[in-house]
């Protein structure tokens, strides 16, 4: 899963992105507005955490821009505790706001709920077919078998089964597992894919010649 972390804040900011990535997210972290906005306009990302209190614009501007062209998920994370700042960012379209300071573990569940929301889901636990997938223990068990899988190969299974039956494009995928700032080699997605379905079964991921991969939901 790919997150956009904006907090100007250098030692908070690279505290959550370092706890982030260790759960698996693909963290950009920028420290203002301006640059927010403009990553918003040209980028993918699956969720937001944004500071309300940037140097340059508001958290709130960020929001309202966001909002205008998009419904991406987003957690306010803020030292402003007043009940009206609550009610405005939630008001203002975010969907949860957490206050500083706060518990990762507290961070990481309501990022994981705000993700199942967006989704339409209610369970933290998903399940296509005979694939299970435990968001919140990183487990995942493939006809009641758990299966060991790699970092980028957890968040890669973790997209498709997201979206199952639906098509992902190899860019698509090699954003949502690699940073900017991170060299991607031209065949990474598929050397992930090879892996995963000796793993799990050469089936469930069809490959659809000249756009993507796709889920397979049907497979039994």
């Known amino acids: 899963m790919r997150l956009l972390l904006v907090e100007d804040d250098p030692l908070l900011g690279d505290g959550i992105k370092t706890a982030l990535q260790r759960e698996g997210y693909v963290v950009e972290w920028l420290d203002n507005g301006t640059d927010a ?8 990302f699956s969720v937001v955490v944004l500071d309300l209190g940037l140097p340059d614009v508001d958290g709130m501007q960020v929001l309202r821009h966001l909002r205008r062209k998009s419904a991406l998920p987003v957690l306010i994370l803020t ?3 007043d009940v009206e700042d609550r009610i405005a960012g939630l008001d203002g379209g975010a969907d949860d706001y957490v206050l500083k300071p706060f518990d990762l573990q507290e961070l990481l569940a309501r990022l994981r709920v705000v993700m199942r929301r967006a989704e339409g889901r209610a ?15 990183h487990q995942v068990t493939w006809r009641g078998e758990a299966i060991s899988l790699a970092r980028r190969e957890y968040a890669l299974l973790l997209e498709l089964a997201r979206h199952p039956d639906k098509v992902m494009t190899r860019p698509r995928l090699e954003s949502l597992l690699y940073g900017w700032d991170e060299e991607v080699a031209s065949n990474a997605v598929e050397v992930h894919i ?6 799990l079964d050469k089936s469930l991921i069809a490959t659809v010649r000249g756009i993507g991969y796709r889920l397979d939901p049907r497979i039994e």
């Not at 906005?37 to 993918?44: S, T, V």
């Not at 933290?124 to 223990?137: K, M, N, T």
């Open 79 to 81: 030292a402003r505790d």
């Open 194 to 199: 090879h892996h995963l379905r000796k793993k």
């Open 123 to 137: 369970s933290q636990v998903l399940e296509v077919g005979p694939l299970r997938i435990d968001e919140a223990r």
């Open 37 to 44: 906005m403009a990553a918003l306009r040209f980028d993918d």
